[in-house]
T-cell receptor, first 113, second 113 residues
Framework: QKEVEQDPGPLSVPEGAIVSLNCTYS??????FMWYRQYSRKGPELLMY????GNKEDGRFTAQVDKSSKYISLFIRDSQPSDSATYLC?????????????FGQGTTLQVKP | DVKVTQSSRYLVKRTGEKVFLECVQD?????MFWYRQDPGLGLRLIYF???????EKGDIPEGYSVSREKKERFSLILESASTNQTSMYLC????????????FGPGTRLTVT
């Protein structure tokens, strides 16, 4: 079993829809939870970063962490065609300062105009 | 703006060749990482370095080595390229004080024939 599981999709939604992207994990030591966005033919870029449980909002994006269920989510409100990308969740136990991350497989999202 | 550059966007090599992939970052980051990205498998860590001349194995180090002679430069070496090393290779860097925020380069698409 992989430490981090993510449905690869693809997920196709109409413009303006609310998108929910999810990851599950098995390692209860994970404390840091990240969402990266990767456009085609580009490297990933950090979108959201959450420590421990709870919600974090940034504009149209909300990251949610439920440590009791070992489940994290990224919600995108009023989705736009420019949101079309692959979204990767990443996690870390945070030991030391080397920042070793475990990534999910990534979910490909297409937002249709 | 943090910039991580990789020496080539596309590379085609023959089986058995020695391959060098170069990565340079311009933000004085202590940590540097090499990943490979394959469909359905996400990003997998090959090696990372948290200081000059320091290196640690990631999850899939077999068939690879690395070199970090200067803080800004981290090289990935394929000693004898094989077809199963055909992949997208991504370099990343982060500050030791903010290790979870990794900045990625654009990637090198390596094809081994």
């Amino acid at each position: 079993q992989k430490e981090v599981e993510q449905d690869p999709g693809p997920l196709s939604v109409p413009e303006g829809a609310i998108v929910s992207l999810n990851c599950t994990y098995s390692n209860s030591a994970f404390q840091y939870f990240m969402w990266y966005r990767q456009y085609s033919r580009k490297g990933p870029e950090l979108l959201m970063y959450t420590y421990s449980s709870g919600n974090k909002e940034d504009g149209r994006f909300t990251a949610q962490v439920d440590k009791s269920s070992k489940y994290i989510s990224l919600f995108i409100r009023d989705s736009q065609p420019s949101d079309s990308a692959t979204y990767l969740c990443a996690m870390s136990a945070g030991s030391g300062n080397t920042g070793k991350l475990i990534f999910g497989q990534g979910t490909t999202l297409q937002v249709k105009p | 703006d943090v910039k991580v550059t990789q020496s080539s966007r596309y590379l085609v090599k023959r089986t058995g060749e020695k391959v060098f992939l170069e990565c340079v970052q311009d933000m004085d980051h202590e940590n540097m990482f090499w990943y490979r990205q394959d469909p359905g498998l996400g990003l997998r860590l090959i090696y990372f370095s948290y200081d000059v001349k320091m290196k640690e194995k990631g999850d899939i180090p077999e068939g690879y080595s690395v070199s970090r002679e200067k803080k800004e430069r981290f090289s990935l070496i394929l000693e004898s390229a094989s077809t199963n090393q055909t992949s997208m290779y991504l370099c990343a860097s982060s500050l030791s004080l903010a290790p979870m925020t990794q900045y990625f380069g654009p990637g090198t698409r390596l094809t081994v024939t």
